[in-house]
């Protein structure tokens, strides 16, 4: 059995049809693809960084051949991550760490104060407060690590972010107890 449609009818399902259609071709919001090409780090480094700032409205792919990210998503979420990425991707500073091995009573003597943190066995680590305002961090030792650190000073040079190492070039070995 066959219904006719009156023209009224038809010319109302066919709006509906027609906006349904326009709906599935029209994104709710308009994507992006970026390419940036990292100039001081690796991109490996600032991928894991920068994925807050799109806040789950896109995605960051860290190419290591190129060193570059691509960040697709939003454009507000894409404009974000670039902004991140302007104020991370920086030249990274030299840290220049000054030593030098005094004992509690030189300490003592200058005016200065240790606030000791943690320690174990032979080592605790604490801060210093010096008059004149200045902080440093202190480690002491005791026993013969002690005698041997008191020949310990220099400069050590790294760069933000990486590890360094101070060595007094002697071995000791650390005793601790069970």
């Not at 003592?108 to 240790?114: H, K, P």
Request: charged share 20%.
């Amino acid at each position: 059995m066959k219904s006719a449609i009156k023209g009224g009818e038809f010319a109302r399902r066919l709006a509906v049809v027609a906006v349904a259609v326009g709906c599935l071709a029209v994104p709710a919001t308009a994507q992006v693809v970026r390419v940036y090409a990292v100039k001081h780090r690796t991109a490996e480094e600032l991928a894991p960084l920068v994925e807050p700032a799109i806040a789950g409205e896109g995605k960051v792919i860290a190419d290591r051949r190129t060193n570059s990210l691509v960040l697709s998503g939003s454009e507000r979420g894409v404009a974000s991550a670039l902004a991140l990425l302007g104020a991370l991707d920086v030249r990274a500073r030299t840290v220049v760490l000054h030593y030098e091995a005094r004992n509690s009573g030189e300490l003592a003597s200058a005016g200065a104060s240790v606030r000791w943190h943690a320690g174990a066995g032979a080592f605790r680590v604490g801060d210093v407060a010096w008059p004149t305002g200045a902080a440093a961090v202190a480690v002491g030792v005791e026993g013969d690590a002690a005698r041997h650190a008191s020949t310990l000073a220099g400069e050590l040079r790294i760069l933000e972010g990486q590890t360094g190492r101070i060595s007094s070039g002697t071995s000791l070995p650390l005793r601790s107890r069970r």
